[in-house]
């Protein structure tokens, strides 16, 4: 069974900068996209990120665009998501999320599975 465990996430001032961390377990880490949502309080959650099985491609949310990078070292089984000039808006529960899918979406219903999730509150 495919296991996801996030880590990295934390408290940061406005402006701050943060790197997630996403291992993946239990199955070939080169056969999924992996991505990243998130969700804030009281709201859905929301597509951030996705990159392909190899890597070579890459899709972001026009929410964060510019100020993430999402990268993939399929030897180390691993996913990151640099987060720079972070805003209070940002605040949110992160989720990795991993999916066999043929092509990458943005609807969260299609991702297979899902880590538990790394808070992130950004204060102003």
């Known amino acids: 069974q495919v296991q996801l465990v996030e880590s990295g996430g934390g408290l940061v001032q406005a402006g701050g900068s943060l790197r997630l961390s996403c291992k993946f377990s239990?199955?070939?880490?080169?056969?999924?996209?992996m991505g990243w949502f998130r969700q804030a309080p009281g709201k859905e959650r929301e597509y951030v990120v996705a990159?392909?099985?190899?890597?070579?491609?890459?899709y972001y949310a026009d929410s964060m665009k510019g100020r993430i990078t999402i990268s993939r070292d399929n030897a180390q089984n691993t996913v990151y998501l640099q987060m720079n000039g972070l805003k209070p808006e940002d605040t949110a529960v992160y989720y990795c999320?991993?999916?066999?899918?043929?092509?990458?979406?943005?609807?969260?219903?299609?991702?297979?599975?899902w880590g538990q999730g790394t808070q992130i509150t950004v204060s102003s």
């Open positions: 999320v991993a999916t066999r899918l043929v092509t990458i979406t943005t609807n969260s219903r299609l991702w297979d599975y």
């Open positions: 239990g199955g070939t880490f080169s056969d999924y996209h």
């Open positions: 990159v392909t099985r190899s890597g070579g491609e890459t």
